[in-house]
């Protein structure tokens, strides 16, 4: 039986490494306090039973089973959370039992084959999507541990363990659904109205087109958590998407506010959340109560287009219904699904992954015998290169490993015994959860700490700090040697397939926008802008890998800035050219000539000139 203290040999310093410290700085002023409480309690819960009943190794498997289910908990709609904890948990028990099976058969090829096997399968589905990557990780995973670490009882327990970690996770994630069922809908629908009222703030300054970026991305947030939602019947619902609905008319308004570049009254700013509160349930605490709307003629299209939604709105929730919103019905079309890596990119990505496992766990065997799980799975957790840069990732797994051996090295030598061991899972735990939100390398440091809890219960008593640290060193060298020696160029042919799908998003909203209704045009300027920041987010990645010398990246901001302000025009056109209409009866609404940014991802990219369109009474700050 495994006691209770952790064995320790000499305690690593507990200074907190360089790389981290941005980390620290970066964590919000308002933490995730919900999410760390979940941590704490779905890790120490099952130590507490084991501890008290004496079933130590069955509630060791369960917290294991409760620390990969915090690494995939999160803040997005309960139907979606669930959907990927069951299949998280489900892929983790069958890989936890195929490597379990394999190491009782006593045959020594059987651990390497069923390793090739799941690094195969979670490279040919990694991918294909977060639900499909996450699965394959942790069957890899659930592989490594099966075959590593010898499991009491018998063969069919383990899985069912680790299932029970994992539902316990789910079960704290999920229940407030029971008393405030729609509060992730509402609060991402306040948040598109918050970044429109920082986005009117910042008119006519230098910070406008930014604060239209962090409204476009509230937008994306808000349509793609409803676009989650299934039962629009509900009344409750159904307002949120009319509320949204709102939010998309307010931001197209907005974006021809920051065109014009003038600077706005300060009231003005106030409008977004007056219009949230009447029209979302519950309490806008910093809503003002009666902000001074724009008035109905006034000479900017953006102020009038603004006047005019607040007119639609009404003063109470249900006039939202009187208004001309793009969906009466209450559908909202589907955002653009990412461009889906190549058949041959991911079939590179299954080889180099199954390569760098199986070479991980060959060189643990030769250098630790059949303990040598960390290795494995280590290269299991930092080769996901649709999860943010390599290079980062493997940066970030080695400091976040170096803190937490230096920290649960420190409290194993100042406070031992069981108190400590709850503790220091209660601490970290929590400190995991919020790393998931924030930083991958303070995600690292947590899970660290707990894992070397864990397995000091499962009776390994080994003095490894710094032999983990040289493993997971090791182990991200494998991953980058192999990485950039034969896919060097995944990061930037993602970002040249996000960069060429978004520029065609905006050239079909300059070409289709003058003649569609006005719910096609609202859904091809988010169709547009959405596609934007994804191109931004993908070219941030691939900008954040070591680049072979003598071959740049392309200049793909440059299109990308150019892109955004084509659609900005394209918007500011299509607002005034309706009020102008509805001033002028019979009035058409013409488009000049506009060159769209090449789709070409190079460093000479054709510029979009915002003057190429012109919008009558509105005149760009630029």
Not at 52 to 74: E, F, H, K, N, Y
Not at 229 to 235: F, I, N, Q, T
Not at 353 to 376: M, N, Q
């Amino acid at each position: 039986m495994a006691s209770a203290g952790i064995r320790s040999g000499r305690a690593p310093r507990t200074a907190l490494p360089s790389g981290l410290r941005p980390a620290a700085r970066a964590l919000p002023a308002r933490l995730p306090l919900a999410a760390a409480a979940r941590g704490a309690l779905a890790l120490a819960l099952p130590l507490l039973v084991g501890l008290r009943t004496g079933w130590v190794v069955p509630s060791v498997v369960a917290a294991i089973g409760a620390l990969w289910g915090i690494s995939q908990d999160g803040t997005d709609p309960y139907r979606l959370r669930v959907r990927r904890l069951a299949c998280m948990g489900a892929a983790s028990a069958v890989g936890l039992l195929a490597g379990e099976l394999a190491l009782r058969s006593g045959r020594p090829g059987a651990i390497t084959l069923c390793l090739a096997v799941a690094a195969a399968v979670a490279g040919a589905i990694g991918l294909r999507g977060r639900v499909a990557s996450v699965s394959g990780m942790h069957l890899l995973l659930g592989v490594t541990l099966g075959g590593g670490i010898p499991m009491p009882g018998p063969w069919w327990l383990p899985p069912l363990e680790l299932l029970a970690g994992v539902a316990l996770v789910l079960v704290l994630s999920t229940v407030p659904w029971l008393w405030r069922r729609h509060h992730i809908e509402r609060a991402a629908v306040l948040a598109a109205y918050r970044a429109a009222a920082g986005a009117l703030a910042a008119a006519g300054t230098a910070r406008a087109e930014e604060a239209r970026r962090r409204m476009t991305l509230a937008l994306d947030h808000a349509h793609e958590v409803l676009g989650r939602s299934r039962r629009r019947e509900r009344p409750e619902v159904r307002r949120l998407v009319r509320a949204f609905h709102v939010a998309v008319r307010l931001g197209e308004a907005v974006t021809t506010l920051l065109w014009e570049g003038r600077r706005l009254p300060a009231e003005v700013a106030g409008l977004p959340l007056h219009l949230a509160a009447r029209l979302l349930p519950g309490r806008v605490p910093d809503a003002p109560a009666h902000p001074a709307a724009p008035p109905a003629g006034a000479g900017s299209p953006g102020l009038r287009a603004l006047a005019d939604l607040c007119a639609d709105t009404g003063p109470h929730p249900a006039a939202a219904d009187t208004g001309p919103h793009p969906a009466a019905d209450d559908e909202l079309p589907r955002l653009p699904d990412r461009p889906v890596p190549q058949r041959a990119a991911r079939l590179r990505y299954t080889t180099l992954l199954t390569v760098c496992v199986l070479a991980a766990h060959l060189l643990a065997v030769v250098l630790h015998g059949p303990r040598g799980y960390w290795l494995p799975m280590t290269v299991a957790f930092v080769y996901k290169p649709d999860f943010g840069p390599v290079f980062g990732r493997a940066l970030h797994r080695c400091l976040g490993t170096v803190a937490g051996v230096a920290a649960i090295g420190a409290v194993s030598l100042l406070v031992p015994g069981t108190p400590a061991v709850i503790g220091a899972v209660v601490v970290f735990g929590a400190l995991m959860a919020v790393g998931v939100r924030h930083h991958y390398a303070l995600a690292t440091l947590g899970l660290t700490a707990v894992v070397f809890v864990l397995l000091d219960l499962l009776g390994d008593h080994r003095p490894l700090y710094g032999t983990r640290i040289v493993d997971t060193a090791v182990a991200s060298a494998i991953v980058l040697a192999a990485h950039f020696a034969v896919w060097p160029d995944s990061a930037a042919g993602r970002a040249a397939a996000h960069t060429e799908a978004a520029l065609a998003a905006a050239r079909r909203y300059r070409d289709l926008a003058p003649g569609v209704s006005p719910a096609h045009r609202q859904f091809l300027r988010r169709a547009a802008y959405h596609q934007l920041a994804e191109a931004r987010r993908a070219v941030a990645h691939a900008r954040a890998e070591p680049v072979r010398p003598g071959r740049p990246l392309p200049d793909w901001e440059s299109a990308i800035s150019e892109a955004e302000r084509l659609c900005d025009t394209v918007t500011a056109r299509a607002v005034a050219g309706r009020h102008h209409a509805a001033a002028r009866p019979g009035a058409a609404f013409s488009t000049a000539p506009a060159t769209p940014p090449s789709t070409a991802p190079s460093s000479a990219v054709p510029s979009a000139a915002p003057s190429a369109v012109s919008c009558p009474e509105a005149r760009p700050a630029r």
